[in-house]
């Protein structure tokens, strides 16, 4: 059994040690044979960098190392100077000028390892030299990884992060420049910038991001879980009790779902890496960084939590990231909080939404430290009881527990506004694994929310009391509303006992009505 590459990035590392490596240069046989410069976004610790690791040992003609693996026959091995950056070993002070300075002595250092000389120390023409001079070896290969870390790094800082998007700009305008001399070129990183912002110019880059050819290239399939990982299931089905078809169908869940085509999925690597090694349902990936810069940004955004659950947008939306104005759910599914769940190529249209249980539970756990300001951890025990009361029909009860939740919250973090309450209860349900939909648009209204169970519906509203008002009055304001507007009008083909509930709500849950819709 081979050992788990946990953290290794370096493919001469995981091949020379015998680590465990998931074939994937049938791919990258495609993508060296079908085009020259190429752009691939993907969210952090999935595979960017041991993908560029690769390609630069197939160009360096390291041909043994590839000895078993597909592409070790399909390609006239050759060796070419490549041009190997990553922008993560790359530290600087913070000002634009050192930041110029550790690039140049970079690429300094490339060339030394060539025997090449250089002779500039502008940022530009110091790459430009760079690439003239190798190119007298051989084509160029240029390989740069986490090419926007200099920008990311900033994003709650907009004058820096510009400044250093400047620099980039600057630096990659020498490909376009001397793309004769170029064999071949592959940028990769986290955020998908326009071209316009940071690769000025440079109009021949393809970018296969949801390309669905390379919809794989990095992540693990389905397929590949299984071939690769048969010999460990054994020993997790014993640990775990559970026979084999659950135990791969609790698997898909937390950790599948990744998809850059709405067809293709894809576990991330890091996830199931630690998965099989811990043999634990945890967390892995999201607890690598804590994500507080797209809290900030959520806080600062017009979206509800419950718009990011599921939603439609046409190609446009993937390529409208830009560091003034960007659309917030487009730095979630560039960060790997969202991807594409569905592809309607008629309509050219994408549904997207949280990928699996492990990224859904951990973003929710996030935010609703905003809301309730204590751990989601902590209320976690009353998941079955808050299923069971409502399971049952014990509103009683699932009131008593919601309302046990809410009276927890300090005073200073309740919003005297219907809708923060809104997100309260959305949350509250969606981190105890009950299904909810909130501000559901009809013909004539808004729905708050609705809870659709196996037996049962519950139609929600809710009133916020301010001064001068009753309580009583509001909940009969609330049954009529949804009565008058008829909003069990979309559920009454379903065979389920349909309920609508009221809510009052003043920092804490002050009174609720339940009616049952009667049947005709």
């Known amino acids: 059994m081979q050992n788990l590459p946990i953290g290794i990035q370096t493919f001469e590392k995981i091949i020379s040690n015998d680590f465990l490596y998931v074939d994937k240069t049938e791919l990258i046989y495609k993508l060296i044979n079908s085009g020259g410069f190429y752009f691939l976004s993907r969210p952090r610790r999935f595979g960017k960098s041991l993908l560029v690791s690769t390609l630069k040992e197939i160009f360096s003609g390291n041909k043994e190392l590839f000895k078993g693996l597909y592409i070790y026959n399909k390609i006239k091995w050759e060796t070419y100077p490549v041009v190997h950056i990553s ?4 530290t600087y002070s913070g000002t634009s000028n050192d930041f110029r300075s550790k690039i140049v002595d970079y690429l300094y250092t490339i060339a030394k390892d060539y025997n090449v000389s250089l002779t500039t120390s502008a940022i530009s023409e110091t790459f430009k030299e760079l690439i003239l001079n190798l190119s007298k070896i051989n084509k160029v290969v240029i390989l740069i990884d986490e090419y926007d ?12 992060a510009k400044e250093n998007r ?9 490909i376009k420049d001397n793309d004769q001399y170029i064999k071949f070129c592959f940028l990769t990183g986290v955020s998908k910038f326009s071209k316009v912002s940071v690769f000025s110019g440079l109009n021949n880059l393809r970018d296969i991001t949801i390309n669905d050819t390379f ?5 693990i399939t389905q397929k590949e879980l299984e071939l690769y990982f048969s010999n460990r299931f054994n020993s997790l089905e014993q640990k775990l009790n559970l026979d084999y078809e659950k135990l791969k169908q609790k698997i898909k869940h937390w950790y599948n779902g990744y998809s850059w085509d709405g067809v293709n999925t894809v576990y991330n690597p890091f996830s199931i890496l630690n998965f099989f090694a811990d043999g634990q349902f945890k967390n892995y990936w999201f607890s690598t960084g804590t994500p507080t810069y797209l809290i900030e940004k959520f806080k600062q955004s017009k979206f509800q939590i419950s718009d990011i659950k599921s939603f439609n947008v046409t190609d446009v939306f993937f390529d409208s990231y830009e560091l003034e104005k960007f659309d917030f759910r487009s ?3 560039q960060t790997g909080y969202l991807t594409i769940t569905k592809f309607n190529i ?12 492990e990224v859904k539970n951990a973003f929710l756990v996030n935010i609703a430290a905003i809301y309730i300001e204590q751990e989601p951890g902590d209320i976690g025990y009353l998941n079955n ?3 069971q009361a409502i399971d049952v029909g014990d509103i009683d009860r699932f009131v008593s527990i919601i309302k046990s939740i809410i009276a927890k919250i300090p005073y200073q973090l309740h919003i005297k506004k219907e809708a923060y309450y809104h997100t309260v209860f959305y949350l509250i349900m969606e981190l105890m694994g009950i299904d909810i939909d909130m501000e559901i648009n009809t013909s004539i209204g808004r ?10 519906i519950y139609i929600l509203e809710f009133k916020y009391l301010a001064e001068n008002k009753n309580a009583a009055e509001l909940l009969n304001v609330a049954i009529s509303q949804i009565k008058t507007k008829k909003y069990f009008d979309p559920y009454l083909l379903k065979d389920k006992s349909i309920n609508y509930l009221a809510i009052v709500v003043n920092k804490e849950i002050v009174e609720y009505k339940i009616e049952n819709r009667p049947t005709f």
């Open 87 to 90: 922008f993560s070993s790359i």
């Open 149 to 160: 870390k200099p920008i990311i790094d900033y994003i709650t800082n907009l004058d820096k």
């Open 166 to 174: 400047d620099v980039l700009r600057e630096f990659y305008s020498s």
């Open 215 to 219: 919809a794989n290239i990095c992540g």
């Open 331 to 333: 730095l979630l599914f």
């Open 346 to 357: 008629q309509e050219m249209e994408y549904t997207l939404g949280y990928p699996n249980n």
């Open 385 to 387: 009881k808050l299923k």
């Open 447 to 456: 729905i708050d929310g609705v809870i659709e169970l196996e037996n049962n």
